[in-house]
């Protein structure tokens, strides 16, 4: 299960695992939408792909999800984070940025945390269950003036954190993805940074399909991904 699977590097990663072999079901806001692109070709005309309606803000919607998916693939034994929003939020934001933070926590922190919860029982029955979760180096230091986007990041490193201690003796292993500039739409909107020069969709993209493939005993908690020099 993978979500935010219809742009940036939830797609990628969800082409990647499609390529790769894996069944994959994929969690998007409007999959209608999706559907009618170009870019969702290769997933309608494979019967390894299930299109599926999510909104990382409502804790139903990720139940109503994984119920879909256990009724399509039986089993869920691996789930991919990739959904979430950035608002640039100061430290001293306006009485009108109050808003910002609620969307920040409900769908960078909850949204994850409500997904996890519903899909838990079968990802520890499978004994090689792996979550994935983007999480960002805004999670691991704060660099500019984004403390709303980072205080949740922080947030969400410690829900991996709490994952990876509650999953670890049914065999359920949690990677923490930490990249810095990723070549997307939204890192492009706010940094200077030549996309170029950021770390590519793509690239994260095959990182993670080369972790699904490590046994229980190798599987890293946690990597951080600098497109330039980070000293954390």
């Not at 069944?23 to 939408?33: A, E, I, T, W, Y």
């Not at 299930?50 to 034994?77: C, N």
Request: glycine residues 8%.
């Amino acid at each position: 299960m993978i979500s935010g699977a219809n742009r940036g590097i939830g797609y990628a990663i969800a082409r990647q695992l499609l390529n790769d072999g894996h069944r994959v079901s994929l969690g998007m806001r409007d999959p209608h939408k999706f559907r009618s692109s170009v870019a969702s070709s290769a997933f309608q005309a494979s019967d390894l792909a299930l299109l599926h309606s999510y909104e990382a803000a409502d804790p139903q919607s990720g139940e109503r999800w994984v119920a879909s998916t256990l009724d399509w693939a039986e089993t869920v034994d691996t789930l991919i984070h990739c959904a979430g929003i950035l608002r640039t939020t100061p430290l001293l934001f306006r009485d009108e940025q109050v808003s910002e933070l609620d969307d920040l926590w409900r769908i960078n922190v909850m949204g994850p945390w409500w997904l996890t919860r519903a899909a838990w029982p079968q990802l520890c029955q499978s004994g090689h269950g792996r979550i994935q979760v983007l999480v960002s180096m805004s999670g691991q230091r704060v660099k500019g003036r984004l403390a709303g986007y980072s205080a949740s990041k922080f947030a969400l490193m410690g829900l991996c954190q709490s994952m990876r201690n509650e999953g670890w003796s049914s065999g359920l292993r949690v990677t923490a993805i930490c990249p810095s500039w990723v070549n997307t739409e939204m890192a492009r909107s706010i940094s200077s940074v030549n996309p170029v020069a950021m770390s590519q969709p793509e690239e994260i993209a095959t990182l993670a399909s080369n972790l699904l493939g490590l046994p229980n005993s190798s599987v890293p908690f946690e990597i951080k991904l600098n497109c330039g020099l980070e000293t954390v």
